[in-house]
């Protein structure tokens, strides 16, 4: 499994959930040159080791499960792969 970030971090990119990432699995954070260039921060499937404290801190609880995503936001989880893809 792995976790998702959807669009509802559309509009704060708040990077509370960079943070306490322990694995440092969502990117961009604000010291990244492409912070300022992306809508949203993305989670890397790869990464990502289910700890889940990234949701429990998103201020816009923009941030489920693979498996809990609301059926609007199924696009999310290609989306967070594809930042990291190539
Ligand atoms: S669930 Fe844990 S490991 Fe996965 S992105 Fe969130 S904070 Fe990082």
Redesign the pocket.
């Known amino acids: 499994m792995?976790?998702v970030i959807t669009t509802l971090c559309i509009g704060s990119k708040d990077a509370s959930?960079v943070e306490?990432?322990?694995?440092d699995?969502?990117h961009p954070s604000p010291e990244d040159d492409v912070y300022d260039e992306v809508e949203q921060l993305f989670?890397d499937p790869k990464?990502?080791?289910?700890?889940?404290?990234?949701?429990t801190v998103c201020p816009m609880e923009a941030?489920y499960t693979k498996a809990t995503v609301p059926p609007e936001q199924v696009p999310s989880i290609q989306q967070n792969a594809a930042f990291y893809a190539g």
């Open positions: 792995t976790y959930c306490v990432c322990p694995v699995a969502i989670i990464l990502c080791i289910d700890c889940d404290a990234c949701r941030i």
